[in-house]
Nanobody
Framework: EVQLVESGGGLVQPGGSLRLSCAVS????????MSWVRQAPGKGLEWVSG????????YYAESMKGRFTISRDNTKNTLHMQMNSLKSEDTAVYYC????????WGQGTQVTVSS
């Protein structure tokens, strides 16, 4: 059974930090590039960041550059994203994804940035 389980979300004040994790099982993790995608309240899905199968190449949406860092540990089948300097507009449910829109998705973890 394919499983992607996100964790690490929560309530944080503006300017704060969170580290999201996604534990993967049921498929060969290092066969896939991975992404983080988010959905803010009342809005559609927004791609946040991506990482190549071996972690050598990373990609970020413009508004996340310099604040978010995606990483992966293929020995532990885990994807991470360090989020710093959080803003209220970063409030969203964050999903990890393997294989694009028709690939594998987690259930999401809520990130709320509020004072």
């Amino acid at each position: 059974e394919v499983q992607l389980v996100e964790s690490g979300g929560g309530l944080v004040q503006p300017g704060g930090s969170l580290r999201l994790s996604c534990a993967v099982s049921g498929f060969t993790f290092d066969d896939y590039a991975m992404s983080w995608v988010r959905q803010a309240p009342g809005k559609g899905l927004e791609w946040v960041s991506g990482i190549s199968w071996n972690g050598d190449i990373t990609y970020y949406a413009e508004s996340m550059k310099g604040r978010f860092t995606i990483s992966r540990d293929n020995t532990k089948n885990t994807l991470h994203m360090q989020m710093n300097s959080l803003k209220s507009e970063d409030t969203a449910v964050y999903y990890c994804n393997a294989g694009g829109a028709l690939g594998h998705w987690g259930q999401g973890t809520q990130v709320t940035v509020s004072s």
